[in-house]
């Protein structure tokens, strides 16, 4: 079963301009994770964010995490056609790794 | 470049036939999750080993579904009989248990039973 929900499922946006993508989840966790997945291809990961963090950049990725409301969000500044992508957020609930995977967002950046 | 490797990356077969996905972790990672992506349910996870040991098969349905690694550098995952609801995208993750860290994908076994 799916941990996370993800927000919106589709998301299409003008080269340029920012995206944003929740997830909220239901279960304490451990850490966080977003993956993209380009189309046929495996998973990527992109940025891990612990639950004792709030907020983590990595590029033109920003992610929060509010634990009190089980939730984060995904934001990638200045998008391109390339990001273009189906993004996952991954929980999760021990100091190992595994990990359950909400159902994702569709991205579209057009050029 | 290490990377996960999946065979075959493409499959199709008819109902009632055994069909065998390979992968290949990367060198040097001890934890290896079979997950299986479909339209309807996501991304389920399958079966979880741990130093080649299983940790978790839960997610898989015991009766046609058999997860083994016979080495490090191998993890299987059969089906028998295969049925056309096993339609799906399987794919082979590998990481580093003792941290909190990301898991690396191979590109996924895409099966199709008619």
């Known amino acids: 079963s799916q941990q996370g929900e993800e927000d919106p499922q589709a998301l299409s946006i003008q080269e340029g301009e920012n995206a944003t993508m929740n997830c909220s989840y239901k279960?304490?966790?451990?850490?966080l994770q977003w993956y993209r997945q380009n189309s046929g291809r495996g998973l990527v990961h992109l940025i891990l964010?612990?639950?004792?963090?709030r907020e983590k950049h990595s590029g033109r990725l920003r992610v929060t995490l509010d634990t009190s409301k089980k939730s984060s969000s995904l934001l990638i500044t200045a998008s391109r056609a390339a990001d273009t992508a189906s993004y996952f957020c991954a929980t999760g609930v021990a100091a190992g790794n595994k990990l359950t995977f909400g159902g994702g967002t569709r991205v579209l950046v057009k050029p | 470049d290490a990377r996960v490797t999946q065979t075959p990356r493409h499959k199709v077969t008819e109902m009632g036939q055994e069909v065998t996905m390979r992968c290949q972790p990367i060198?040097?990672?001890?934890?290896v999750f079979w997950y299986r992506q479909t339209m309807m349910q996501g991304l389920e996870l399958l079966a979880y080993?741990?130093?080649?040991?299983?940790?978790?098969d839960s997610g898989m349905p015991k009766d046609r579904f058999s997860a083994e690694m016979p080495d490090a550098t191998l993890a299987t995952l059969k089906i028998q009989p295969s049925e056309p609801r096993d339609s799906a995208v399987y794919f082979c993750?590998?990481?580093?248990?003792?941290?909190?860290?990301?898991?690396?994908f191979g590109e996924g076994s895409r099966l199709t039973v008619l």
């Open positions: 080993f741990r130093n080649r040991a299983p940790l978790d």
């Open positions: 964010i612990r639950s004792n963090e």
């Open positions: 993750a590998s990481g580093l248990t003792g941290r909190v860290g990301e898991l690396f």
């Open positions: 279960t304490s966790i451990n850490n």
């Open positions: 060198l040097g990672h001890n934890t």
